[in-house]
């Protein structure tokens, strides 16, 4: 699949997601004119979905499509039932839904199913199951160049007349789906799986939708504020920037010098002081001890002083 046409699909599932509250895994509704075009063009039923709803899908069969299916078929003369055709998936592939229209459970035409599982109310038109619808057109007839017989043109009539009736009945499909607002359709057209785009009453619920929540906070006053706080104004719209002001920033912080702690500081002065207080005490304390103290005097013996003199008086004497 080609960009452009992915994210277009992813869009539009995008809007389904957002109106009308589509998830995944996507329930698909197919009918049988869809799996034999699958089959025809040698599609993958699973990975093909996934890639043209941008998700993972769930494909379902009804019972009705299932019987239609089934009657086209010829009989097993063994079992006195129709072969099952090449074109139909495993249960585990493609799960069949349940429906039950009456009493007798017995089915129904297909068109009819579908939109009634589409949309189970008739005069309220709405999808609560979230289905998506994939169809295509009924196969061609194959056209025989022998028309010479009376016989063979006969039947060559009836079998463009009921090509003719399944054309009419496809349409109808997907007219009703349609008109039914929420509801995506799938359909493969030349070997492509296409999603078609939103309907007229799917855009008018989408752009009501829209408006609602564009109108919800006009009235409400806790969303009037937050837009003021916002930077809205008080008329409701934005405040207007004067081109060519720009705020003024401070310096890089990686290339400022780093400032000294004040704790540091106080602590480094309070331990200076405390020495120098220290020391001038100190020097305090030895002036006072040193003016205190007196001059030591030299006190002469008395006995020494006696035996000195006679001494002295011998020598002079001589």
Not at 186 to 202: D, F, H, N
Request: charged fraction near 35%.
């Amino acid at each position: 699949m080609r960009a452009k046409r992915s994210k277009k699909y992813r869009k539009l599932m995008h809007q389904y997601e957002m109106t009308f509250g589509f998830r995944e895994p996507y329930q698909v509704l197919v009918d049988s004119n869809f799996l034999h075009a699958v089959d025809q063009f040698k599609m993958d039923l699973l990975p093909a979905l996934e890639r043209t709803l941008q998700g993972t899908p769930k494909p379902l069969l009804t019972k009705c499509s299932l019987a239609a299916i089934m009657a086209k078929q010829p009989i097993n003369p063994r079992t006195n039932t129709p072969y099952r055709p090449m074109h139909l998936p495993p249960p585990t592939i493609l799960p069949l839904r349940h429906c039950s229209h009456n009493a007798e459970h017995t089915p129904i035409d297909e068109v009819e199913c579908l939109l009634s599982l589409l949309s189970p109310n008739a005069e309220v038109k709405k999808n609560k199951e979230h289905y998506i619808l994939a169809t295509a057109e009924p196969p061609a007839a194959k056209k025989s160049d022998k028309a010479d017989n009376p016989a063979q043109r006969k039947r060559k009539t009836e079998e463009e007349r009921e090509e003719e009736r399944a054309m009419r009945r496809s349409k109808a499909l997907r007219f009703g789906a349609r008109a039914i607002p929420g509801v995506p359709i799938i359909y493969v057209k030349r070997s492509v799986m296409v999603l078609e785009p939103l309907s007229t009453q799917t855009e008018a619920v989408r752009d009501g939708h829209e408006m609602s929540k564009f109108r919800a906070g006009l009235d409400d006053p806790e969303i009037g504020d937050k837009r003021k706080h916002d930077g809205e104004g008080e008329d409701g719209g934005e405040r207007k920037k004067i081109p060519g002001l720009k705020k003024a920033k401070g310096p890089n912080p990686m290339s400022m010098k780093k400032p000294k702690k004040r704790v540091e500081a106080n602590a480094g002065g309070a331990k200076k002081q405390r020495v120098e207080s220290e020391v001038a005490e100190a020097e305090a304390e030895g002036e006072q001890s040193g003016a205190a103290k007196t001059k030591r005097r030299r006190r002469h013996n008395k006995s020494g002083d006696a035996d000195a003199a006679p001494v002295a008086e011998a020598e002079a004497d001589a």
